[in-house]
């Protein structure tokens, strides 16, 4: 039953699943170290997002979070925030992720999904995350801060160092950070002197609580969106073609009616649950489920888990099925304050690419075991070798 999530590699276990059903039916709340726990549920995960007051971000979410160790500078970060200046410096975007800010996307997005996959020729074979996960996400975000003519393999890099680094020592991981870094502090100090229409500019000449953002702040805020508005959505969109591929009834049934791909969309958040698990520190002696926590305790909320949670979703929890009711909800956002600010950027780019999948190729295969990525943040493949206009077995 021992599930260590702070072991690179834990959320790709040939029994992780297994491991995590263990978990919410014998020790809900675990303890792994004296000051380390985790928390399986469904509901116990919501209460503990909705609690900053007794569970706080501002000392580490990320599973191995520098700031838990060493300090750290994390000022811009909105991950790391606390009320109340999550609230304000949230604000300074949030019109801009709405459902409603988003909308006048959708051309725009399309044009990119269709670009990404006619680029793949009839019949091809090719590895899925290559040629449509990773660069379809990663130009979305870039052309919102305002850098969508760099190259975008530069971003895949950039983002995966990112991803890797609280989990390893590798000078190569930190020297891909610095180059991400680099570049965006060239782009920052343009926008200083030569403002555009586009987010980078936004944050360069914002004001919170009455101070100007500094540069690191502002840099880190970019960090913030590029590496989240590329990762979730592409594990997302890979985890989607792959479950599709497994599910070939489901997929000819979104195939014949599009306006069920909304819902396939949250089913397919449920079920991949891009990023697996985040943390909060306890800022007093409190007790879940009647498991004691002492004050500065780390708590790790374990997504994919409350997502599979039968006292949540029922029977059927552990099967991928579109026609799932939404309600209730899936964690695979967060919950709470620090509710992903790219939710709804996020659904609306799954919606059009698996509009645009399914109207192009119809049918699809794996060709092989996709490569997994071995990190404590995210559940997600590296490759996906796909044929398109093949029906599995």
């Known amino acids: ?123 091809d074979a090719g590895d899925f995350v290559e040629a449509v996960a990773a660069p379809f996400p990663v130009q979305v975000i870039a052309e919102l801060l305002g850098v969508g003519d760099a190259d975008r393999s530069d971003f895949r890099r950039w983002s995966d160092a990112m991803i890797e680094a609280p989990d390893t020592t590798d000078p190569a991981v930190f020297a891909l950070a610095g180059e991400l870094w680099r570049f965006l502090d060239e782009q920052l100090q343009e926008r200083a002197v030569t403002p555009r229409d586009d987010l980078m500019s936004t944050l360069v000449h914002a004001e919170v609580q009455g101070h100007r953002l500094t540069h690191a702040e502002a840099r880190m805020f970019c960090v913030s969106l590029l590496v989240a508005g590329n990762e979730t959505t592409r594990h997302l969109i890979s985890g989607a073609a792959l479950a599709l591929a497994e599910h070939p009834d489901q997929r000819r049934a979104l195939a014949q009616d599009a306006s069920a791909i909304p819902a396939a969309v949250e089913e397919s958040l449920r079920w991949v649950t891009p990023i697996q698990a985040f ?13 004691a926590i002492p004050a500065d305790a780390f708590v790790i909320m374990l997504y994919a888990s409350a997502n599979r949670d039968e006292a949540a979703f029922g029977p059927t929890a552990d099967r991928f099925d579109v026609t799932r009711p939404t309600d209730p909800p899936h964690l695979a956002f967060g919950f709470g304050e620090h509710l992903c600010l790219g939710a709804a950027l996020a659904r609306l780019e799954a919606r059009v690419l698996l509009e645009e999948l399914l109207a192009r190729w119809g049918t699809w295969g794996v060709e092989c075991e996709p490569t997994w990525t071995a990190s404590t943040l995210v559940r997600g493949m590296s490759e996906l070798p796909v044929r398109r206009g093949r029906i599995p077995g």
Do not use: W
């Open 1 to 123: 039953m021992i599930l260590d999530p702070r072991i690179p590699g834990t959320f790709t276990a040939p029994d992780y699943f297994e491991r995590l059903a263990e978990l919410r039916a014998a020790a809900p709340v675990h303890q792994l170290d004296d000051d380390v726990f985790t928390v399986a549920r469904y509901q116990e995960v919501r209460a503990i997002s909705r609690n900053p007051a007794d569970f706080c971000s501002s000392r580490g979410v990320l599973v191995n979070d520098p700031l838990r160790f060493a300090p750290a500078d994390m000022s811009g970060s909105v991950l790391h925030m606390d009320p109340p200046n999550h609230a304000a410096y949230r604000k300074l975007v949030n019109r801009e992720f709405t459902p409603r800010g988003v909308v006048g996307l959708e051309a725009r997005i399309r044009e990119l999904a269709v670009e990404v996959l006619d680029a793949i020729a009839p019949e």
């Open 279 to 291: 943390g909060r520190t306890a800022t007093r002696d409190v007790e879940v489920l009647d498991v």
